[in-house]
Structure formats: C-alpha cells, structure tokens
C-alpha cells in the first residue's frame, strides 16, 4: 500500500500548497547563505537564513549546529547552549557540537560542564587537540595544575609546536611549584613566537622563584619592550628588584602598575615593603591601608603595617595590626613580639 500513501502525502501537499521539492531547494539555499554570512561573520544575517531552514524542516539537525556557532560568535552564550544542545539530542556523535557547547560553558564560567563537554568531544575524537588543550586551561583556571598538565602533554603529543599549550603547561608547572620544570615550556614557546610577552613573565616568575635574579630582570625587561602597557610586567620586574634589594627602582615599578592597575592590594603591599625597606614608614603605611582597603583578608600586610608603626614608635598601633593579623589566622614574628612587648610595656 505504499503506493497509495504516497498518492495521499502528495493529494495533500497539494491541497496545502507545499512543494516538497521546493522546500527542499529552499532549504539547502538558506543553509548555505547562513554558513556564507557565518563565514564572514556577520551572525545576525546567518541567523535570520538558518532559521528560515529550521523552520522549513525542523527534524534536519544542521541549522541548530550552526545556530549555535552563530550564537557563540555574537556572545549570546544561553542561546549556543540551547542550540548545540537540540543538535546534540538529534546528533550525539558530532565532536565539534561537544566543543561548540564547552566553549560556550567555558565562556559563562560554568567550568563543571565545559569539561563534561570537552571529555564527551575526547571520547568521540580521541585526537582532538582543542578538547586537550580548552580542558587543561580549566582545570589550570582552577588551580588543578596536577589535573591540567596531563591534558597540555596530550596536546603537545599531537601539536608539539603551539606555543599556547607550551606556555599553559609551563604556568601550571609553576602552579604546581616546580620552576624548573616550568622553564623548557617557556624557551620553547618563546622559540615558536621570540615576540610573545607572556612568555618572557612566565619564565622570569620561574628564574625569580628560583632566586636567579638576573635572568629574572632580563626577561622582565623583555616583556617591558614587547608589551610596555602591561601592568604585570612592571609589577614582576618590580618584584625581582625588591628581592634584590634594589628599593627606589621597585617603588618606581610599582608606582607604574599602580597607575594602570590601581586596584590590585599585592602592588599597594608591595610597594609598602619597598618604602619600609627604604625607611620611609609613613609611606609603607599609607600603602598597606590602601591594600587593606582593597582586600582586608590578607593578614601578612597587618603585620607589615604593624611593624611600620612599631618603628615610629606607635606601639597602640602596632599592638591592634598583630592582634588584626592573629585573628586572621597570622603569626607574627616571635623575635618582634618580644621587642613590642619591651618597647610598650604591655604583654598582650
């Protein structure tokens, strides 16, 4: 009898208007302006054509595929969750919708199912570099070094010469605090790309946790060159030349990170340290109030404002930042406690 439901699908095509044949025309046209249009980028005409094909033949998955690249691309990160997802319930074998759908999570923050997308992608193409690589950013995002290592070196086995994946897995070694290890990913990144700034912090971090002070300013004071409107690059130099005892050029470091990035209390401590270094306690204080402005969970910068005011002889002061620090979890210094309590009179 297929026959005679075929006589009838057509009688009523006809009665209705519809033109299967068309429709089909029609909709192979819309889905091909919407990849031209997404293509070029211009989304909200590559949306208007796919949903035009959607609409002509909603059980085709295609048209939410590309919806959803076309939601990522303006932002719209709900929208590509949706679409990938009814594309997913149509079609759970396409990698590249897993990766669509993580990169959307990742964008939102929701790093749970970025992951969960990113693993689902690794076991449809187990050699899908990207689904490596976004997934050990996450987990190096969230201070999961020892998670996010494995992923970088499945990466580098598949492309060993991206420069991106040496410098995450450089970082996460440093998360992970092995300096050390961290250095080979650094060079070698800085090899693939010799103007790549980042790179060059990496590396002086590792040298100045290693206590290589030189190595560390060298390669401060080439990130300074490459991308001179950086603050972490000042605030790092700035750190080497602290540690080095080399107080008015760190305070002029530090002055510089403050002007672009005035919120950041580690450069308002910092800073402070330099001044208490140089005997400027006034300073030093004014700094560690400005950080305990910004974040007042850190402990270590009342002890440090506590030691400023015990040298200019303001024991009360001195007493309420360690009492601050002590309630924080701190533990100031036995050797000044014993010289405040001497210098104040007091036992508390």
Known sequence: MGWLNSIIDSAKNYMSGKDPEEDARKFREFVSQGKYYLSKDDFDRALANLTEAAELNP??????????????????????VREYSKYIQMNATDAQAFM????AYFEKG???????????????????????????IIYYLKKQYTRA????????????????????????????????????????????????????????????MTDNFDRAMADFDRAIELSPD???????????????????????????????SPNDAETYRRRGKAYYGRKMYREAIADFEKATGIRDDEPNVYYDRA??????????????DVKKCEKMGGKPIPEFLTMLRKASGRED
Do not use: C, Q
């Open 149 to 208: 290592v494995p992923n970088f070196d499945k990466s580098l086995d598949l492309t060993p010469d991206d420069r991106e994946i040496h410098y995450y897995r450089g970082m996460s070694f440093l998360g992970k605090g092995e300096p050390a290890r961290s250095i080979p990913d650094f060079t070698k990144a800085i090899k693939l790309d010799p103007g790549y700034a980042k790179s060059f912090l990496g590396r002086g971090d590792a040298h100045l």
């Open 59 to 80: 059980a085709d998955a295609e048209p939410y595929f590309l919806r959803g690249n076309a939601f990522l691309g303006k932002g719209d990160l709900d929208s590509a």
């Open 110 to 136: 929701d790093y749970d199912s970025a992951i969960a997308d990113f693993s689902a992608a690794i076991a449809i193409e187990p050699k899908l570099t990207a689904a490596y690589n976004n997934r050990g």
């Open 230 to 260: 950086d603050p972490e690059a000042y605030f790092m130099r700035g750190s080497a030349l602290l540690a080095k005892s080399e107080l008015e050029r760190a305070i002029e470091d530090f002055s510089r990170t403050i002007k672009m």
């Open 307 to 320: 030691v400023a005011h015990f040298h200019l002889g303001d024991h009360d002061a001195a007493w309420l």
């Open 100 to 103: 669509g759908r993580g990169n």
